[in-house]
């Protein structure tokens, strides 16, 4: 049971160039995130989805773009990389259907990426 | 608004000691707290899970409880080991923000010394 995969682990970019982050999970999931984490500033949330098709803006959505066309699947782009995105990029998924681990948050090994 | 906060940020201990981790959070109208841990450079790792419902969680060496009159929770790890090791953070999902949201503290570095 995979969990929750990020797909690249490392990437380094130049100012202005694209790319997308590819996370999926395998667990079925309704509830997907995507996080970013920099040193004295904790976890903060990018964008997240309640179920395929639909995303939502977090506390800093300025700057990225997320697509959430299959349930397993949330993609994060950035259109023009900027150094100030240099960061740590977790992916994250959970479920809310009730049980006794509902709302229980499983995270991705992470994703570094580096704008020079 | 729910704010969670982890004091001490960092922690060193000698091996074998039983040691607590604080979690404090401001509005008690939570659905459940988590805990976690977080090695360098991994992600984080789900420890246990407390229902608003629950006092506390226990799994092997980690007891984990829940007090939300007083707003507070605290992980209890016993006879610590080098391998525990790491951040360990704490998250709340509020009422107020949604069922969806999660609030994090900013994490315990702990350091056991063998």
């Known amino acids: 049971n995979a969990g929750v995969t990020q797909t690249p682990k490392f990437r380094v970019l130049k100012t202005g160039q694209s790319m997308t982050l590819l996370c999926a999970q395998d667990m079925n999931h309704e509830y997907m995130y995507w996080y970013r984490q920099d040193p004295g500033m904790g976890l903060r949330l990018i964008h997240y989805s309640v179920g395929e098709g639909t995303t939502a803006k977090g506390e800093v959505p300025d700057g990225y773009n997320v697509s959430r066309l299959k349930k397993q699947n949330f993609l994060l782009g950035l259109e023009s990389a900027a150094p100030s995105q240099t960061s740590v990029y977790f992916c994250?998924?959970?479920?809310?259907?009730?049980?006794?681990?509902?709302?229980?948050?499983?995270f991705g090994e992470g994703s570094r990426l580096t704008v020079l | 608004k729910q704010e969670v906060t982890q004091i001490p940020a960092a922690l060193s201990v000698p091996e074998g000691e039983n040691l607590v981790l604080n979690c404090s959070f401001t509005?008690?109208?939570?659905?459940?707290l988590q805990w976690f841990r977080q090695d360098p450079g991994k992600g984080l790792t789900s420890l246990l899970l407390?229902?608003?419902?629950?006092r506390e969680q226990t799994s092997g060496r980690l007891n984990a409880s829940l007090d939300k009159s007083s707003g507070r929770s605290t992980l209890y790890i016993a006879a610590s080991q080098p391998g525990d090791s790491a951040t360990y953070l704490c998250?709340?999902?509020?009422?107020?923000?949604?069922?969806?949201?999660?609030?994090f503290g900013t994490g315990t570095r702990l350091k056991v010394l063998a």
């Open positions: 998250a709340v999902r509020p009422f107020t923000s949604g069922t969806y949201k999660y609030i």
């Open positions: 509005d008690s109208a939570i659905y459940n």
């Open positions: 994250a998924s959970s479920y809310l259907a009730g049980g006794p681990n509902t709302g229980e948050l499983f």
């Open positions: 407390i229902q608003s419902s629950q």
